[in-house]
DNA sequence: TCTTGCATTCAAGTATACTTGAAGTGTTAT
DNA sequence: ATAACACTTCAAGTATACTTGAATGCAAGA
């Protein structure tokens, strides 16, 4: 089964150009050519994308995921940096984790706090003070 | 009392550069400056300054604290958009973090398969097979 | 055949958030 | 006084991840 650009670009939203730069940096395989010159894609270049995208979610960098395919290209060789690579970032993205909770818990604050005042501009009461996080 | 571009720099870990930067395009309030035109701060900026570090952990962009800033001056006319930008944010906030936490356990997956690989190498045992998730 | 439309290349531009460089002024220690 | 260092301005540069523009090519339907 093959692909077009546009279904490639439908199916991960993606655009056009962003597919070409993929391809261009070397994040995707080489992608083949119909007679035309054409793009046709592969169940190889969906694969990719869909490990591109979790890679997305994860925060990695465009070129951490380059090192990661250029590793699994040869596992046994590179087992070491690969196994770096993905412990990294499994810190890196548990720590992210705990700072955007507290942010979380200080944003929330702030709505409490805002709503507060709008509800006592409203009711033409006294307003609520600041308490401190 | 009032504190120096250096000590400013210090408490914050900002670079000198990206204080004046912060002063130029009006996220932090105008600085006075002494005899010789060097910055004086304040215990204004410094509050200031721990409301930007606390907003930039929960990923506002600047022109959004610009905006938060901007409203605060000014409470009783803004308290509707000010209440907007902060659920805004909260909403934001709160579906980043479920992707994270998508993302880290994928990743911690992923830490699992390449440690077993490594463990199998090294035992020369038969290689794990990729689960998918 | 002609037009419409999708595709192509390549270079240049965009947004965000700073950083770096050059050149000069002011302050402090010896 | 003089060196060393901190601070100043202003413009230009950087990194990341794309986006936009201009000019051209191919292919299929009216």
Chains 1, 2 share one sequence.
């Not at 490639?8 to 050519?33: D, K, Q």
Request: proline share 4%.
């Amino acid at each position: 089964m093959t692909y077009t650009i546009q279904q490639i670009s439908t199916m991960f939203g993606l655009s056009h150009p962003t597919l070409r730069y993929y391809e261009e940096i070397g994040l995707l395989p080489p992608v083949a050519r119909n007679s035309g010159k054409q793009r046709v894609y592969t169940e190889e270049h969906i694969n990719r994308l869909r490990a591109i995208e979790c890679f997305k979610d994860a925060e990695l960098s465009i070129a951490k995921m380059q090192d990661f395919f250029r590793y699994e290209e040869n596992l046994t060789e590179n087992i070491d940096p690969i196994l770096l690579l993905v412990q990294e970032q499994e810190t890196e993205l548990s720590q992210r984790i705990e700072t955007l909770q507290k942010a979380l818990s200080h944003i929330q604050h702030k709505v409490r706090y805002y709503d507060g005042i709008k509800k006592a501009m409203e009711a033409n009461t006294a307003w609520p003070r600041w308490e401190d996080c």
